[in-house]
Nanobody, 120 residues
Framework: QVQLVESGGGLVQAGGSLRLSCAAS????????MGWYRQAPGKQRELVAV???????NYADSVKGRFTISRDYAKNTVYLQMNSLKPEDTAVYYC??????????????WGQGTQVTVSS
């Protein structure tokens, strides 16, 4: 099995910054992609940013220019640097990974979620 452990959430004032981290561990042959989703109260879960292995990085329009996703491939870790935070960024942020668990078998895994609260 594969586990994703997130850290870095918290309370920050508008205009401030936070850096989220997520490390994958377990029965990992390789990882095809890692990314971040978020879900605000009363809203649907949405993709924030994704970084496929060997592919192009994608961001939600609402975070472009403010958030940066990065990966440490050797450590199976993904980061989300969040700058110029706005109250509307308040949500539970979930790490996700598409993990090759064995040849030709890919499973999606999710972290437990970490709360990000931006005060005005």
């Amino acid at each position: 099995q594969v586990q994703l452990v997130e850290s870095g959430g918290g309370l920050v004032q508008a205009g401030g910054s936070l850096r989220l981290s997520c490390a994958a561990s377990g029965s990992i042959f390789s990882i095809n992609a890692m990314g971040w989703y978020r879900q605000a109260p009363g809203k649907q879960r949405e993709l924030v940013a994704v970084m496929p292995t060997g592919g192009s990085t994608n961001y939600a329009d609402s975070v472009k220019g403010r958030f940066t996703i990065s990966r440490d491939y050797a450590k199976n870790t993904v980061y989300l640097q969040m700058n110029s935070l706005k109250p509307e960024d308040t949500a539970v942020y979930y790490c996700a990974a598409a993990v090759v668990v064995r040849v030709l078998v890919v499973h999606d895994y999710w972290g437990q979620g970490t709360q990000v609260t931006v005060s005005s």
